[in-house]
Each structure stands twice: as C-alpha cells, then as structure tokens.
C-alpha cells in the first residue's frame, strides 16, 4: 500500500475511534452518574427549607388538607443513543405545589402543579431542547395531575406501613389533558405523607414533537416520575 493510502486509512480510523469512542468516554468517564428512579426511599434535593413535621399518632391526625412541601420531586427519563452508545437523560424539578385532602381516612382530594421551565439535567444543551420545542414552556408553563376518584386509606397505612393503589387522575402535559391509571406506593412517616408514582408518556399523546436532535436519537416514549412530600 502506498504511504497516501497508508494516510487515508489512518485518518479514516482517527475518525472512527473519535465516533464511537468520544460518545462512551462522555458517557462513561465524563457525563454525571444518571439519577436513580425515584422511590419511597429517595432522598430528594431540595430547594430551600423543608416544611416542619408533626408525628401523626392516630387516624383523627391525618384529618384535614396537607401541602406539597419543597422536598417534592417531579421529573422525566428518557432514553437516549448517542452515536450508538445508550444512555438516558433526566431532567428534575422541586417547584411543586399541590395539596391533599383526608377525610374519615379517605382521600378525598390530591393534586399537585410543576413549573415546567424549572426543570433541570446534567446538560444546558438538553435543557434548552426541552424548554424550547419539546415541551413549550412559553406557551405551557405548567404541568399538572388531579385525582379523579378517592382513595381510601387503610388501617395498616395509618400506622406508617406502605399504601399500594391505582389512581385515577386526569394528567395536563403540554396543554393536553388525558385520564391516566397511574398506579402509586404511598407512606406516611414523621408527619409526611409522601406518595410516590410513574406515568409512561408516549411523546404522540401530547403533542410532544420527536425529542431527537442531530446524532442523539431519543425514544417515541419516556417516563414521568414523581415524589410529592404532603405536609401540614
């Protein structure tokens, strides 16, 4: 092979190695560990200080309206291939607010509202994407979420043990409103009621035009996660 060939064949591998190469190094050594799914068990980040508790020790305590505190998480997952190397991209927010209403230990009333320009990842580039096209915050500001059909609580979940249900509630994502099945585990510990839950959100549904940008290819679909800390 001529010393000319010889060039093109190493110039051509140059390219190849900083193709495939670049994106894992980002990935891998560079880009921040992707935040674990939010769980009873997160321990959220929050901005400013927390709400004070009150220890509930019977059902008449849970009696009334609870308040979104500022320990309350919503965000989204997606998942994302950088020149063939898979990833995922999540985005976080603790500008919630919302509230909850018992009564005779039924719940009777939930909702909860996130300021959607709030949202925050690991990449400036991301953030731009979403707040511009894919989610409009200009012209949406805000999501929400509100229970359609009370939930009763049970004795068990009175006394601190984990509440499993599906609740029904009409999701506005994007100035589109759907009824969604979201299904959710709920605790109730140290005077908080946290509540935890995941909506899948097929970006077609909303109005959510194709994430994908260039080289990043991101999937028709990504998730909803939430944790909203109730307190009085």
């Known amino acids: 092979m001529s010393p000319l060939g010889k060039k093109v064949l190493l ?6 190695v900083a193709v495939v190469g670049g994106p894992w190094v980002y990935i891998n050594v560079i880009k921040d ?8 068990d997160t321990v959220p980040t929050t901005i400013g200080a927390a709400s004070d508790t009150t220890v509930v020790t019977s059902a008449s305590d849970v009696e009334g309206e609870w308040v979104a505190t500022s320990e309350s998480v919503v ?9 063939g190397q898979s990833t995922e991209g999540v985005g976080r927010t603790n500008s ?13 009333t939930a909702s909860f509202t996130v300021e ?3 949202l925050m990842s690991d990449s400036d580039r991301r953030d731009r994407q979403v707040a511009g096209r894919i989610l409009d915050v200009a012209s949406y ?20 043990v984990e509440l499993a249900v599906t609740a029904k509630g009409t999701l506005t994502l994007r100035g589109v409103s759907r009824e969604v099945s979201v ?14 839950g995941t909506i899948e959100i097929v970006f077609a549904d909303w109005g959510i035009p194709d994430p994908s940008v260039s080289a990043i290819s991101v999937e028709d679909r990504g998730l909803l996660e939430f944790l ?3 307190g009085r």
């Open 96 to 108: 919630v607010t919302g509230s909850l209403v018992v009564s005779e230990s039924v719940v009777t």
């Open 116 to 118: 959607m320009a709030t």
């Open 141 to 160: 500001p805000t999501s929400s979420f509100e229970l359609l059909e009370p939930i009763t609580l049970t004795p068990e979940s009175l006394d601190g």
């Open 33 to 40: 560990d992707t935040p674990e799914a939010l769980t009873l």
């Open 11 to 16: 110039a051509a591998a140059v390219v190849v």
């Open 183 to 196: 299904p959710l585990v709920a605790q109730l510990v140290d005077g908080t009621i946290s509540v935890n």
């Open 75 to 83: 965000g989204y997952r997606v998942r994302e291939i950088l020149f």
């Open 228 to 230: 909203i800390a109730f």
